[in-house]
């Protein structure tokens, strides 16, 4: 059984962002979220304690209204260097708004209609930042998935529709799951399944012997605990440990889309 370690891909994409800070690239960030969501304030922590490791400047709104979401994102939009981390969920009235309000070149998760647009006609270059780990873990631990059974669990716009595109493109044969199928369903393909990837952010839905023992487990959740969607170190080939697996590579990655939208590959 294989750990799926973020750490040494962390690292090489931190060492890609200096090297662009040191070249005169810069952002300014201004994060925003809820303090009301325990998902959303810890998702903010992580993001500003590396921004700030890198030495970028981090403008920090903690909002709890529409109105005060659409203000920050006004204030934002006042600096030509802006990259926006929107940290979901903002729970307010209308989040898909705030989202729409912050410029393409800004959008560090890749949610505008622009940003996701270009994705969903196949430019990769547009993956959200928890999608763009699964991808880098993926790519960097050399998991073949052409003409494997994906089976994944959510179809969130920030985490599973993404995530499933991204398996399409590398050839994979993809089916998701959601709140609409039965647990029994639910368990019975995860069983049969070669990747199986949680990103519902529901515990219990998968138990260790739904885990097919062959297969690869990639967990994109986060929860009160520390743990991640299963909640266990499941019995298989390959998985990805929370905390340790997908997260550390998510605020990295956010970073360096931020760059590459303002400065280009």
Known sequence: MISLLGKPIKEKIVDDIRSRISKGQMINAY?????NSFEASS?????????????????DSQISSQEEAEEAISE??????????????????????????????ADADMLTSV??????????NYLTGTSSS?????DYYNIPVQ???????GR?????????????????????????ISLDDLRQEAR?????VLASGKRGLIRKEDINPRGIVIDCGYQEDGKGDLGFDPECQMFTPVPGGVGPITISLLILNAFKLKFGE
């Open 43 to 59: 998702y903010k922590k992580l993001i500003s304690d590396l921004l700030t490791k890198l030495g970028i400047k981090v403008t």
């Open 156 to 180: 969130s716009i920030s985490v599973g529709l993404p995530i499933g595109l991204m398996m399409l493109k590398k050839n994979g044969m993809v089916t998701y799951a959601h709140s609409k």
């Open 76 to 105: 934002a939009n006042k600096d030509k260097l802006a990259s926006v981390f929107i940290c979901r969920p903002l729970m307010v009235e209308d989040e898909n708004r705030i989202i729409e309000l912050v410029p393409a070149s």
């Open 192 to 196: 049969k399944t070669d990747i199986l």
């Open 147 to 153: 003409g494997r059974k994906v089976f994944i669990i």
């Open 31 to 35: 994060i925003i979220s809820n303090p």
């Open 115 to 124: 940003n996701s647009g270009r994705l969903y006609k196949g430019d990769m």
């Open 134 to 138: 699964v991808e880098a873990i993926i």
